[in-house]
């Protein structure tokens, strides 16, 4: 049975019943080598549930047109499916106002965009941008080209052995040259949940704009822009069980309708002459072409699924599962996990003493076993832990105790031979 969009959240839900979560999963119904799918891979990117492959199907089959352009009755069922979606974010990232949600292709476009229109124009030689060492390439990269354009530097806040931040050490960071802080709320390395409340008033203190980077976070953890009070705030809709190809960047109105826009062409337009031409309003004017119209409206459907099942239990399943893995892997030998904070989500990443993770990755497929090996486009914070690379293993909505059981007795195999 799949949940529909509209199922109410009842007081009284029933404990968290994984074996019906899975149901709405086709996918995991899935064999690889002849055995059960076993996807621990979820922070890359999360399966979907029917409601949202249903969603996509239906509104191809049923409401497609493009969106803004048609007074015809289809477009205008596209664009009303497009603004409902906006909407839904908005409320689901607690924004007071639908126009400070832009919609991108993912996370890293929203990064970037922030980086071009609103960091850029303010950017002199000599400033600095503050990330930290825990960073995906995303949110390290964009800041690096704004910075680069004009001989600004990205300067990182260390992180621990056990992958937490000392808020001193990131405070000691700060200059009177710093003009952005940029940190994910959790790591898609070390799950380490960063404390965001405490940085933004760190960053407010000090006159200083904050990006947080959600894109882990907002699959586990309720957001409430307002009270985060964040600059701006991003994330991918793939992470979040929503279609791949549509991210979010939620700005405060203020910052969005002064930067110029990033990109141009139809739609983010109001009047276009070879004599000049002018912005529509926001969010708009940061949304040049067609976008994933499908994709949002899925989008929304994924977050009407997450908020069914409620983000509360979801996280409280992800935890218990989280700390059975550890338990587990922590029995093996010559493993060692990379990261260890004491507020951690949903991976585990670790090294095998005298294995390649690569050789890893490949042995565990062979047992129809899905983890993620290499850099996990942090290269810098691998660098920071002595290692080229690492095996990680994520756990998502649906992850099992018989997921883990096969993790762990494939992974024990695979020393057994390699060690
Ligand atoms: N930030 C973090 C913390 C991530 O884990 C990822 C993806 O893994 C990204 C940003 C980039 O997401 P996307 O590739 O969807 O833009």
């Given at each position: 049975?799949?949940?529909t969009?509209?199922?109410p ?37 999360a ?33 009303a499916?497009d ?7 908005q ?26 229109s609103?960091?850029r124009?303010?950017?002199q ?12 390439h ?5 800041w ?7 001989g ?20 000691d ?11 994910a ?12 409340h ?6 407010h ?28 705030l ?8 929503g ?9 405060k ?8 826009p ?6 983010m337009?109001d009047?276009?002459s ?18 994933d ?9 994924a ?7 409620g ?13 059975y ?24 990443t ?5 294995v ?8 565990l ?23 080229a ?10 992850t099992?105790?018989?997921?883990i ?15």
């Open positions: 049975m799949t949940l969009v509209d199922r959240v009842a007081a009284d839900v029933p404990a968290y019943d994984v074996a019906r979560v899975r149901r709405d999963f086709p996918i995991l119904a899935t064999r690889m080598n002849d055995r059960p799918l076993v996807y621990l891979d979820t922070a890359a990117s399966q979907k549930p029917a409601i949202v492959i249903d969603t996509l199907k239906r509104f191809y089959e049923q409401d497609y047109a493009n969106i803004h352009r048609g007074v015809y009755d289809l477009s205008q069922r596209a664009t499916a603004d409902a979606a906006r909407r839904k974010v409320r689901f990232l607690g924004a007071a106002d639908w126009r400070e949600i832009v919609f991108t292709r993912n996370a890293t476009e929203a990064i970037n965009l922030v980086a071009a609103f960091l124009p303010r950017l030689a000599g400033d600095e941008v503050l990330v930290t060492e825990m960073e995906h995303a949110n390290i990269v964009p690096q080209l704004a910075a680069d354009a004009v600004a530097k990205v300067v990182a806040a260390p992180v621990s052995d056990t992958g937490e931040l000392s808020l001193d050490a990131f405070v960071r700060i200059t009177p040259r710093t003009r952005m802080i940029a940190v709320w959790v790591s898609n390395v070390l799950g380490t949940v960063n404390p965001v405490e940085l933004v008033r760190i960053a203190a000090r006159d200083i704009p904050i990006l947080i980077d959600a894109a882990q976070a907002v699959q586990h953890i309720p957001v409430d822009v307002q009270d985060l009070d964040a600059d701006f991003v994330f991918s809709g793939h992470k979040l069980y279609p791949s190809g549509v991210g979010v960047l939620y700005g109105a203020t910052h969005l309708e002064a930067m110029p990033y990109q141009g062409g139809g739609d337009i009047r276009v070879f004599a000049g031409t002018t912005w529509n309003e926001i969010p708009f004017k940061f949304e040049a072409g067609t976008p119209i499908a994709g949002i409206v899925a989008l929304g459907a977050i009407d699924y997450v908020e069914a099942l983000l509360e239990a979801i996280a409280a399943h992800e935890s218990e599962v989280l700390a893995a550890t338990r587990a892997i922590n029995q093996l030998p010559g493993v060692r996990i990379i990261g260890t904070a004491r507020e951690k989500c949903s991976v585990l670790f090294a095998m003493e005298g390649h993770p690569q050789d890893i990755g490949a042995l497929d062979l047992d129809g076993i899905a983890v993620r090996t290499g850099h996990h486009c942090a290269m810098p914070l691998h660098e920071r832990f002595g290692l690379a690492s095996a990680r293993a994520s756990i998502g909505l649906y099992t105790h018989e997921d059981d096969a993790f762990v007795a494939s992974l024990r195999r695979v020393g057994e031979m390699l060690q």
